[in-house]
């Protein structure tokens, strides 16, 4: 009887048939997943701002590109210093030994760029598809398993032919827990990931703003 009477949430869990358990722990480790994700990117985030307004101040500073170029080298580990390099790089190359520019230098330089903008928006947004399925998908898997817990409540009540709350309620319990994971689930993960898909939009709009206007810099160099 005290058993039955138990609405702990490791007792709804134990009394819980094996489908609503995998159920359970199924979303139990996919909300796990999700905050690992969510932690990973907030610090992964944290670090791209704060390294791009460090490297916005050495580029804006007055220091000769090539100067910058040879102090940060052609493999830089910062973000934005991976763009500059991509650029500084194809200038480089565009020129030939007697000093004049190969045709069409300033196209493939701002291909360098998007190339290495687009890898760099790749790594930002890694992991971002995980909260949007786990958003989306969650409640129907905790409903998945709310309705077979449900159903075999209902299938107890028929052998028993007893339909008193006190057996009623338990085996409900157990299936709207699963629901309950499920919600639990996602919405954190719709929460950050409209969050974290802001963030790294901002930050890659950066970037991009930061290779338009070095593309210009170029660009009056070239027709100079």
């Known amino acids: 009887m005290e058993a039955a009477t138990d609405f702990t949430m490791w007792a709804l869990f134990a009394r819980a048939t094996l489908t609503v358990k995998f159920v359970m722990i199924m ?16 610090i992964q985030y944290r670090k791209a701002r704060a390294e791009a307004a460090r490297f916005d101040q050495a580029f804006w500073s007055g220091e000769p590109l090539d100067a910058l170029f040879d102090k940060i080298g ?25 000093g004049a520019l190969i045709a069409g230098a300033q196209a493939r330089i701002d291909r360098s760029m998007d190339v290495a903008i687009a890898k760099e928006t790749g790594e930002l947004q890694k992991g971002l598809p995980v909260l949007a399925t786990v958003g989306s998908t969650a409640p129907f898997v ?39 994971l499920g919600l639990l689930a ?10 974290l898909s802001a963030d790294s939009d901002r930050i890659v709009g950066g970037y991009e703003a930061f290779a338009d206007e070095f593309a210009t810099i170029l660009s009056r160099q070239l027709d100079s």
């Not at 077979?148 to 028929?158: L, Q």
């Not at 996602?186 to 969050?195: E, L, Q, S, T």
């Open 186 to 195: 996602a919405i954190p993960a719709v929460i950050f990931y409209n969050k």
């Open 27 to 42: 979303l139990i480790c996919a909300s796990g997943w999700c905050w690992a994700v969510v932690v990973d990117k907030m």
């Open 142 to 180: 905790g409903l998945f398993g709310t309705v077979w817990g449900i159903m075999n409540a209902f299938i107890e009540i028929a052998e028993q032919q007893n339909t008193n709350l006190a057996v009623v309620a338990p085996g409900i319990a157990e299936a709207l827990l699963a629901t309950g």
């Open 74 to 98: 052609a493999q830089p580990g910062g973000r934005s210093e991976r763009i500059f390099a991509a650029g500084m790089t194809e200038w480089r190359r565009s020129h030939r030994q007697d």
